[in-house]
């Protein structure tokens, strides 16, 4: 249940298009005599239901709401980085970079290349050479950036599906199993045990899942080394950005995950792509705080259905083939329906997050220290609102500590988006703001 909602809280749904819709009331009550000082009751409100904000990250289901997350989210991850909403500017001098971590290749897919600014062939000529379907190996075109066909397989036949959807299914443990063995890598290169480790260096990170193109998730993540106590505390001085930079190295280029083996499905271990890019954070140029924080804050707000899949659970009621998604989409979910009743993968659950293309992580997650949360940052917004509302004469203002507050809310369904005329984002149609 939410937490009493001032008279006049319908003018903060922030323009949200799916709103909940609540029934009810809050009682203020004096703790010490039992009297009721105030009342709020929903049926003052147009229509007697109070709108509250659906409070999404997904741009596709409400850009209004997802707006508000992706502001939030660039606060923090920028804290994190220079300091600010309670961080010390000092955590600007941790050693910290930015890293991208791929997915291997499942076959060879249409890309745009680019080299000082020239569009590049997109796989040059290899004489003659086709796949076991026939189809040439080679794509002479100069894809534009809005090209369709970016992302989808030269062959679909030949594009591994079964490995793209294990890939998604499983990045989330590859991904906890890098942070531990980055924390043994640091300690192999300093000398330290594990628990000396810990007392001098503790490892915060922000990391954020983009889907490519062609249907799988990479990760971009912040990794910063900051003293045992975190963000406030500084790391000893031999503690450095090369070494951070060789220890993410190596622990990405060790570690595995290996799915079970199943009837007609041999075990694979599965790794990161080859690509790892390790970036700076610099002051200028490329890579400033801004820009990452831009970056992280605006894949926080997109998920699957920016590949051109549903955003969307898929039920035994819904047919494969009318699913309004692009062919490369539908062959990624029949591959997560076909697998997801192999009784060895059930973990993977891949029948569930079909829509996902099997991938079932969070987008956005973050180590307990890297910076201030979500939480706090919501929580200084609601006090700006009440104090907001007091002044304007819109709540009373009543001791917090000996005010009772007793609430009766009910669902009453949810609010028609204004323009509901507006067409619908659905698979296959870009994202907002992608
Ligand atoms: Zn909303
Ligand atoms: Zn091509
Ligand atoms: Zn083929």
Request: glycine share 10%; proline share 8%; hydrophobic share 35%.
């Amino acid at each position: 249940m939410p937490s009493p909602v001032p008279a006049g809280a319908s003018r903060h749904t922030g323009g949200c298009l799916q709103p909940v819709l609540l029934r009810g009331r809050a009682d203020y009550i004096d703790g010490g005599t039992g009297e009721l000082i105030h009342r709020y009751t929903t049926v003052h409100e147009p229509g007697g239901v109070l709108p509250i904000a659906c409070k999404t990250r997904r741009v596709s289901r409400c850009p209004p709401c997802a707006e508000i997350y992706r502001a939030d989210t660039y606060q923090l991850i920028r804290a994190g980085l220079t300091g600010g909403k309670g961080i010390l500017a000092t955590v600007a001098d941790h050693p910290c970079v930015f890293v991208t971590l791929t997915a291997p290749s499942f076959s060879p897919v249409h890309a745009r290349r680019e080299k000082d600014g020239r569009v590049l062939a997109c796989r040059p000529r290899r004489k003659g050479k086709t796949c076991p379907h026939g189809i040439g190996l080679s794509c002479g075109e100069k894809h534009s950036r809005d090209d369709q066909r970016l992302g989808e397989p030269l062959c679909p036949d030949c594009y591994d599906y079964a490995g793209a959807v294990l890939f998604n299914a499983c990045a989330p443990e590859l991904w906890r199993r890098f942070t531990i063995t980055l924390r043994r890598t640091l300690a192999r290169q300093t000398g330290l045990t594990g628990k000396a480790l810990d007392a001098q260096i503790r490892v915060s990170y922000a990391k954020v899942a983009e889907y490519q193109r062609r249907g799988v998730v990479h990760f971009h993540a912040i990794i910063r080394l900051d003293g045992p106590a975190g963000p406030a505390d500084a790391p000893p001085a031999w503690v450095t950005v090369a070494l951070l930079t060789a220890a993410i190295d190596q622990a990405a280029r060790a570690v595995s995950v290996t799915t079970p083996a199943a009837p007609g499905l041999p075990a694979r271990a599965l790794t990161w792509g080859r690509q790892l890019d390790i970036r700076l954070i610099t002051a200028s140029g490329d890579m400033t705080d801004t820009k990452v924080a831009g970056y992280v804050a605006k894949y926080a707000t997109k998920a699957a259905e920016c590949t051109g899949t549903l955003d969307r659970r898929i039920t035994p009621a819904d047919r494969l083939a009318d699913l309004p998604v692009r062919d490369h989409a539908r062959r990624h979910i029949a591959v997560c329906l076909r697998l997801g009743k192999l009784p060895q993968l059930k973990e993977l659950r891949l029948a569930a997050w079909a829509h996902m293309l099997g991938f079932r992580g969070h987008f956005s997650t973050k180590s307990r220290a890297y910076s201030v949360t979500l939480g706090s940052l919501r929580a200084d917004r609601t006090a700006h609102q009440r104090e907001y509302a007091i002044a304007a004469g819109l709540q009373p203002d009543l001791d917090p500590g000996t005010t009772l507050i007793v609430t009766d809310w009910h669902y009453s369904g949810r609010g028609d988006p204004p323009g509901a005329d507006l067409p619908p984002l659905r698979g296959g149609q870009p994202c907002p703001g992608s």
